[in-house]
């Protein structure tokens, strides 16, 4: 059975309240200490506790700095650092996927290039050791699939490298894109880059708990300590269901349109996305009078039917929406990384009998390596696809010969 972890973000996430998780659900916190000697750097030490947090008993995970790397990284600093490190080759891609997913976020909302960001917030070594030590902890614990409930980002004002700014900060408003979020709570910042960013690039999936045999649970604290609030990270270790198939609920949302323009449409799907949907699509229809219309269709996990009812309402010309819960039956899914000329890409893979998988390239990940090259997007998802194949083969043949 594929091992299956979800992250339950009802308090946010930050790097350390990932690595406090992940050593409270089952990682041998001295298996996670060896691991990241592995990074061949001086000046940094882990350490552990038990702390209250509400009402829960959770892990507290700190990463203590001795000497230097008190100055921000940049990302070439950090690539070279992994490239020279002992880690496992697939913790050093995801680990470098990450501060690239979040080097594209900074630049965005700091207008600079990705290669010029100074990490200020998550470059110091602290925090460099929070992402590493998340992506590695999941290898240690054999996680194929990693999936994520809806982030609950925070309030009001946080102080930062560059001021005042309102929460969720710049940096994670740009992570957040595609991704669920909602506030609730204290006027804080619950969410960090450092968090976002680990789950942009890990989890395949955000959605409520999906079906598992749950096998252990456990709790990561974060380090502000607020009244009457759980600030927590709460985490799930369970086997996907024997059938292979997840089944769940979900909502389905349609309302026919006929005088919306058609160009609004990406900003409409974008904006749905945005709300938590899952997906969305468009049907061509005959409407009364035999009027040309077009029928918009969305699922969307219970707990995001609201924003993305507020969505439909003030972005199309919808008056009225229909709503009925439907089941779902989802294959699991999971993500292997293949390098083809100019970087690296995720393929999805979907696996729906022994032996047998569907997979395709992160479409994402071909465009920004055709941005930056000049190449084709469609030459890059061939050779992606051909270096997946060529991966499969060689792991077929390994194990025959075993």
């Not at 729906?352 to 469609?378: L, M, N, T, W």
């Amino acid at each position: 059975m594929a091992r299956h972890l979800h992250f339950d973000c009802f308090s946010g996430i930050s790097g350390d309240m990932t690595l406090g998780a992940l050593v409270d659900v089952g990682l041998p916190f001295k298996d996670l200490v060896r691991g990241l000697t592995s990074l061949r750097i001086d000046g940094f030490r882990l350490a552990r506790k038990r702390v209250e947090r509400g009402a829960i008993s959770a892990t507290k995970v700190d990463v203590l700095i001795d000497k230097g790397f008190r100055t921000p990284l940049t990302l070439s600093q950090i690539a070279k650092i992994l490239r020279k490190s002992g880690l496992p080759p697939v913790v050093k891609e995801r680990s470098q996927a990450v501060f690239d997913v979040l080097a594209d976020a900074e630049g965005k909302a700091h207008g600079v290039e990705p290669s010029h960001v100074h990490f200020h917030e998550v470059g110091v070594i602290d925090s460099f050791v929070d992402v590493v030590g998340g992506v590695l902890g999941l290898h240690l614990l054999d996680i194929q699939r990693v999936t994520a409930s809806a982030v609950n980002v925070g309030s009001g004002m946080l102080q930062s490298a560059h001021g005042a700014l309102p929460v969720p900060g710049p940096a994670v408003a740009a992570l957040a894109v595609g991704v669920p979020i909602y506030a609730k709570g204290p006027e804080r910042e619950l969410t960090t880059p450092t968090g976002m960013a680990l789950l942009r690039t890990l989890a395949t999936d955000f959605e409520c708990l999906p079906p598992m045999q749950v096998r252990r649970v456990g709790y990561g604290a974060g380090t502000a300590d607020p009244a009457q609030w759980a600030n927590v990270l709460r985490v799930f270790i369970g086997d996907a269901p024997a059938s292979g198939v997840a089944v769940e609920t979900i909502v389905e949302l349609h309302t026919n349109l006929d005088d919306l323009n058609p160009q609004v449409y990406e900003t409409v799907f974008e904006r749905l996305f945005a709300a938590g949907a899952v997906d969305a699509t468009l049907a061509p229809v005959t409407m009364k009078k035999g009027r040309p219309g077009t029928v918009l269709s969305v699922l969307a996990p219970r707990e995001q039917v609201e924003a993305v009812l507020a969505v439909l309402f003030s972005d199309t010309t919808a008056l009225g929406v229909r709503t009925q819960d439907v089941q779902r039956r989802v294959l699991p899914r999971r993500f292997a990384s293949v390098q083809v000329q100019g970087g690296d890409v995720r393929i999805k893979v979907a696996d729906h009998q022994p032996g047998r998988s569907k997979a395709a390239p992160e479409y994402d990940d071909c465009k920004r390596i055709a941005e930056q090259s000049g190449r084709p997007v469609k030459d890059i998802l061939e050779e992606a696809m051909l270096a997946f194949r060529r991966t499969q083969a060689g792991t077929k043949r390994t194990t025959k010969r075993a």
